[in-house]
Each structure stands twice: as structure tokens, then as C-alpha cells.
């Protein structure tokens, strides 16, 4: 996997003061994305060891509220694996420590990818409101370390980035299709369930 940064102290992304890893590739290519040189698979530094070890650095002090993952996209195939690599190693050293995971893929595929829910369960793709494609909500080939990776996650704000959908007055997301899913409660529930974030007046 490759990055373009590690942000620490970021106060944007998720509440309390955050560590933020901002990795490369994404398929979503919404229009007007704000970090469209983070597309390319290949952009920015090549992820190692000593980065997890930064990044597990950086999330030790008490006034650090936890990890946020962005980018590009940190759920697609190519990205995944690393991304529950350092998941696994933050939530063995910082259990109370939240993760966040912004998303361009609607919580509802990645569900029924992981085998979380299944395929009945979700909207038909026709029903779902996307920019680009249709989800698929085939069994995907990593479907065991994807729940695992969902299973550690807290949050994921999910959907692709719609312009004509833009506002600045939204909390820690940036189209109003967007929507902050509280994960444990959505697994615990067996339906969407928003984690209660309320936007600027
Ligand atoms: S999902 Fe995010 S990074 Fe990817 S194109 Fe859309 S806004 Fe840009």
C-alpha cells in the first residue's frame, strides 16, 4: 500500500484530537473529489513498518482520541489488508481508542462483501443512489479479514462524494448522502444506525 500522509492532532476528521492516515488509490474518481492525486495507486510513499509504529506513536497520549483512515480509498481490495493490519495492532494497544474509516462505498456493500449481511438484506442495486457504479454485494474473496476489519471499526462515513450534493455546514463529512454509521451499533441492530453527530447551524 502506498500514503500521502500521516496526519497527528487533526481535529477534522472524527471527533477529539485524531491521527490521520490519508492512503493512495481510489476507484470511486467522485467529481470534484478534494484529493484527487490520491487516485493513483501509486502515489505518495510506499507503506512500511516503521509507519505503523508512527502512527501507534503518535495515538499513545490520553488526549488523543483515535485513528482516522481516508484518502483515497482505505476499503478497496488493494488497501484493506494493511489497513487491518494497523487496525488489529491500534485496538490491541488502545482498546478505548475509536477508528474511523471514510468511504466511498456505501456501508450496505461492504456488509454484504464481508458476508456480514447477506445479499437479501440490502437495498437492490438499482435502489441504492450512486455517482459512478452499482454496488456489488457478491462475497468478496477477502470476505473474512473484511468482517474482521469491519468488526474493528467504530465508524464508517460512507458514500461516494456528490458535488451537487456539496455543504460546508456538515459535520465531519462533505455531500449530504454521506452518512456516519455507527458500526457496532448497525452490526448489534441489523440495520443502518447513524452515530449522532450534529451539523453546523
Ligand atoms: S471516494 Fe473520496 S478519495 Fe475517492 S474520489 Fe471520492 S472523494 Fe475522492
Known sequence: MYFGT?????????????????VSGCTHH?????????????????????????????????????????????????????ILDISRKIKQLYPDKTIWIYSGYLTEELFARAGIWSA????????????RILPDYSPAPDHEALAELI???????????????????LKFRGSENQRIVDVKKTIAQGKIVLADFKDRQ
Request: charged share 30%; proline share 6%; with cysteine.
Open 6 to 22: 500521516i496526519k497527528k492532532n487533526d481535529i477534522a476528521n472524527g471527533p477529539g484530537v485524531r491521527v490521520n492516515l490519508f
Open 30 to 82: 467522485c467529481e470534484e473529489c478534494f484529493n484527487a492525486e490520491t487516485w493513483n495507486f501509486k502515489y505518495g510513499e510506499e507503506y512500511t513498518e516503521a509507519h505503523t509504529k508512527e502512527i501507534l506513536d503518535a495515538l499513545l497520549p490520553d488526549y488523543v482520541a483515535g485513528m482516522t483512515f481516508l484518502g483515497g480509498e482505505p476499503m478497496e481490495p488493494e488497501n484493506r489488508g494493511t
Open 120 to 131: 437479501e438484506c440490502v437495498p437492490s442495486a438499482e435502489d441504492v443512489p450512486r455517482n
Open 151 to 169: 468488526n474493528l471499526t467504530d465508524v464508517i462515513v460512507d458514500g461516494e462524494f456528490m458535488k451537487d450534493k456539496k455543504n460546508l455546514r
